[in-house]
């Protein structure tokens, strides 16, 4: 079994300061590890993931995550917020190899960016 | 390209009634999926299509609940007798590898927002 918590419901930033949304995960398998974004009526979009190989991951639009086993965390983050950068962040995590599919979603973390 | 489609993009019903949620993926894309997400909460499996057949239907959360998906394209999930706490957003999703694996990114829609009243 797998699962995921996000440690913020709601994080606010100033526009041009560093992002940071935590995420924490627990699998009995090798795990991969995704970071989606939500827009408001938009559909998720897949900003980046892990598959084991490297564990600093880059992914769209500036963000990038690091794997660390030893914390079981997979935390987002970006140098610099933009306004376009609000939306709500779901940290997710499936099993490696068969089942895979299947993907297990945190229950979210909407960013807030100030101008 | 298209992405993937969802109609209606919102549904009001009524409790009992019978409902249908249309998904049209990506075109070629073989694997196909559907989602419940409840308010304040993420995604929820639902069932997972490789071409025509239901490969994993482990996440429908009872008998009223069902899906099909005849000609390895267009996907239906139906809900009968549906109850208020059927509400949420049904996302699908579609990805083109054959095998349903985490590198096989997956596609998702805009979502159907379903109220029973």
């Known amino acids: 079994a797998q699962s995921v918590t996000q440690l913020d419901s709601h994080v606010s930033v100033s526009e041009g300061t560093p992002v940071l949304l935590r995420c924490n995960y627990s699998?009995?398998?090798?795990?991969?590890l995704f970071w989606y974004v939500q827009h408001p009526n938009k559909g998720l979009q897949l900003l980046l993931k892990y598959t084991s190989a490297a564990t600093l991951v880059k992914g769209i639009n500036g963000f990038e995550a690091e794997f660390k086993k030893s914390e079981t965390s997979f935390h987002l983050t970006k140098p610099s917020a933009h306004m376009s950068d609000a939306a709500e962040y779901f940290c997710?995590?499936?099993?490696?190899?068969?089942?895979?599919?299947?993907?297990?979603f945190g229950k979210g973390t909407k960013l807030s960016v100030i101008p | 390209g298209a992405g993937v489609s969802q109609t209606p993009s919102n549904k009001v019903t009524e409790k009992g009634k019978y409902v249908e949620l249309r998904c049209d993926p990506i075109s070629g894309h073989t694997a196909l999926y559907w989602y419940r997400q409840s308010l304040g909460q993420g995604p929820e499996f639902l069932i997972y299509?490789?071409?025509?057949?239901?490969?994993?239907d482990s996440g429908l959360p009872n008998d009223r609940f069902f899906a099909v998906r005849p000609e390895g394209s267009v996907s239906t999930l139906k809900i009968q007798r549906t109850e208020r706490g059927d509400s949420a957003v049904y996302l699908c999703a579609s990805s083109s590898g054959g095998g349903g694996t985490s590198t096989d990114t997956q596609y998702f829609g805009p979502g159907t927002r379903l109220t029973v009243l």
């Open positions: 699998s009995s398998y090798s795990p991969s």
């Open positions: 997710v995590v499936s099993r490696s190899g068969a089942g895979s599919y299947q993907l297990t």
């Open positions: 299509f490789q071409g025509t057949g239901a490969a994993d």
